[in-house]
């Protein structure tokens, strides 16, 4: 059985920073490309992160360039996503999705809360 599972999320302050873990399990890690999302309240689900499955590639949403870092530990088959300088507008649902081949999967999610 393929199990997602994120965690990390909280309540932080504007500027803080928070890492979040995505451990995924029974399947191939290293085949799985991953990406993170998101999605606040009354908003469409945005793509925030993505990571090829080496590591060697990741591509990020326009407003988190600069400030969020994804990477991935294939021994412990784990992607994290790092998040720096949080803004108000970061508080969200985010998900993990893991995708080897033709098959994806997600995670339940875990909030992040950005407020003062």
């Known amino acids: 059985q393929v199990q997602v599972v994120e965690s990390g999320g909280g309540l932080v302050h504007p500027v803080g920073s928070l890492r979040l873990s995505c451990a995924v399990s029974?399947?191939?890690?290293?085949?799985?490309?991953v990406r993170w999302y998101r999605q606040a309240p009354g908003k469409e689900r945005e793509l925030v992160a993505t990571i090829t499955t080496t590591g060697d590639t990741t591509n990020y949403a326009d407003s988190v360039q600069g400030r969020f870092t994804i990477s991935r530990d294939n021994a412990k088959k784990t992607v994290y996503l790092q998040m720096n300088s949080l803004k108000p507008e970061d508080t969200a649902v985010y998900c993990c999705?893991?995708?080897?081949?033709?098959?994806?999967?997600w995670g339940q999610g875990t909030q992040v809360t950005v407020s003062s």
């Open positions: 029974g399947v191939t890690f290293s085949s799985c490309a």
């Open positions: 999705y893991a995708r080897s081949g033709n098959v994806a999967y």
